[in-house]
């Protein structure tokens, strides 16, 4: 019997490895400094019982079939398509911007060949398409960039489009189609019962225990570790030795309203240029829930605060390098995950790593 497993972090990256370890017959100890499991995609009922999603909304999405049949081991589905608004001068708009966005804003009436005409008119080219800017400006011109993109990424990051790397805003697709789906994935779906019992259910192994409320430093110490999964910031691992990396962390404002039953025609409407929050979610969208009241959050960028998105420049990058460096040669530590990896992941992404990471971590140990 090999000694047990540490695993720092009870997110995606954290529990997907636990399971995948504890199933091949490792013995794992998983810890968190939160009280709760499942990371930032951890929900709960809020007071009036309606299923929210305490660190802003999760929406999942993949064109893995692997992510996807591994996730439904541990929960069964809603099926699920997101769709996001975009408030501008007022009103709000299909976005991402697609071909009735256009012709809501300007009063047009363009069919597809009209649409992709349109955005080769105003489209800046740009050539080599470097940051975020680059990329919109590059397909959709100046004044959509102002209207949509411009002030809510100064707003969502604390920097200039144009000091981002270009796949923050290649996130968003540009659609000559009427489709007004956030994402194209194959799959997309929520969890049926919600995030949270999915995550109990990855845990609920014989070979698993499940520590919460403590830190990292302090649990290791205690010794007599095989191996050790780190899922945290990794410039905290190193004792921020290098300088701290950036990372961009947000204030949620939970907000239920009693006697509406709805509050917003979509899951989701974007802010760009109003208000100091990027985005309001009304959960029931989401989650289906049947409730007489309904349940919203508004998320405020801000710099300090728990890390929640790593911040994409060659700068950041650079600096993370230099933290890699270090971790590829650490003894005994596997790091994984959105803030282990500095790497702007989805849920599914993260799956995706940890799998891969516990597989070859298997491989070392057998
Ligand atoms: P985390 O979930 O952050 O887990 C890391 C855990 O490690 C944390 O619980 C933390 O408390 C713990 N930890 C850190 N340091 C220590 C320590 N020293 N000791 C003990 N514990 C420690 N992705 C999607 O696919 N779809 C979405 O719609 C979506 N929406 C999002 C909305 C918001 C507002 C945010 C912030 C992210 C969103 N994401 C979404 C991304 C998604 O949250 C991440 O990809 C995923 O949760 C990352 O999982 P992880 O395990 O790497 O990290
Ligand atoms: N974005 C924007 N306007 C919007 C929505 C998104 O400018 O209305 C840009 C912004 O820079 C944002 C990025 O596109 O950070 C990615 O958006 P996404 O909705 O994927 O962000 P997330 O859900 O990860 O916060």
Redesign the pocket.
Known sequence: MTAPILITGCGFAGCTAARELADAGHHVHIIDKRPHIAGNAFDEPDAHGVLVHRYGPHIFHTNSERVWQYLSRFTEWRPYEHRVL?VVDGKRYP?PINRDTLNQLYGLDLDEAGATAFFERVREPREPVRS?EDVVLNSVGRDLYEK??LN??RK??GVEPSQLKAG??A??PVRTNTDDRYFTDTFQAMPLHGYTKMFERMLAHPNITVELGVDFADVRQRGGWGHVVYTGPIDAYFGHCHGPLPYRSLRFEHEHLAGTAQYQPTGTV?Y?NDHAYTRITEFKHLTGQQHAGTSIVREYPQAEGDPYYPIPSDENEALFKRYQELADVEPGVTFVGRLAEYRYYNMDQVVGAALAAAQKLLERLA
Do not use: K, M
């Open positions: 975009g976005f975020s949509f993109f809510y990424t969502q990051w923050v805003a996130r968003i974007n760009p």
